[in-house]
């Protein structure tokens, strides 16, 4: 369920579950996070925080990869079954394919230890903004049912149909391949993708939106590794073809 707050109503403070088996870092995390209007809940391993999960209803995850018992991985796949909520990544490794996974099983953001607690909260507060909007906040399009061949996205029902199946997608491929179906036809830059779906202010780099991209090809293309709908403008961004093959 989504939960649209205010960050100035201290009586619905947002609620960060901290997925850390690190002391050191829970305590920094606990007492920083406090200081920027957050409320904190933390789990010390991955069973724990799938036993907490649906009883604290968190407005945010914060999930450390390396975790006892069930991987940060697998907590986010299961979480992932039954919810949309931000969910950012944490790893002390920060490898190209630490993050692909960690994308590729549904989280929203990927952020390598050591951080800077500054940036984690600018990254927490982009991924929150973002989750309270409506599909038809993410793009001034409009609203309704949009659809490009047989691919159809209908924003108020999320719900997306491939060739005639009702295909689910995680939260940010949805907005992306509604904003990319919305603007069928235009190229559109990879700053411009970022901002749309993860905001002005992400302090990510674009390896988000590669994967993003990568996953939505698997899910409309005939043939992903040769995209016909979906296609790369060298130099500049991506573009949905109008008239899909």
């Known amino acids: 369920t989504k939960r649209t707050y205010s960050m100035n109503q201290p009586t619905e403070l947002p609620m960060v579950f901290v997925v850390e088996d690190e002391e050191s870092f829970i305590e920094a995390l606990d007492i920083g996070l406090k200081r920027e209007g957050f409320r904190v809940s933390v789990a010390k391993d991955g069973a724990e925080a799938l036993m907490m999960f649906d009883k604290i209803n968190p407005d945010i995850i914060l999930l450390d990869v390396m975790l006892p018992k069930v991987s940060g991985t697998d907590v986010c796949r299961e979480i992932r079954k039954k919810s949309q909520v931000p969910i950012i990544m944490v790893s002390a490794k920060g490898s190209e394919i630490d993050t692909v996974i960690g994308l590729e099983v549904g989280a929203d953001d990927y952020i390598v230890k050591p951080y800077r607690l500054r940036e984690l909260v600018a990254r927490i507060r982009a991924a ?118």
């Open 128 to 245: 929150l903004r973002r989750s309270s909007l409506t599909p038809a906040e993410i793009d001034e399009v409009g609203v309704g049912t949009v659809s490009i061949g047989d691919v159809a996205i209908d924003p108020e029902q999320h719900v997306v149909t491939v060739r005639g199946v009702v295909t689910k997608l995680p939260l940010k491929e949805f907005e992306l391949l509604y904003v990319l179906v919305a603007n069928a036809g235009r190229v559109l830059t990879r700053e411009t993708l970022i901002d749309r779906v993860w905001g002005t202010d992400y302090y990510g780099d674009t390896k988000t939106l590669d994967v993003h991209i990568k996953r939505l090809r698997s899910k409309i293309e005939s043939e992903p590794a040769n995209p016909t709908r979906l296609v790369t403008i060298r130099g500049l961004g991506y573009k949905y073809e109008k008239m899909s093959a």
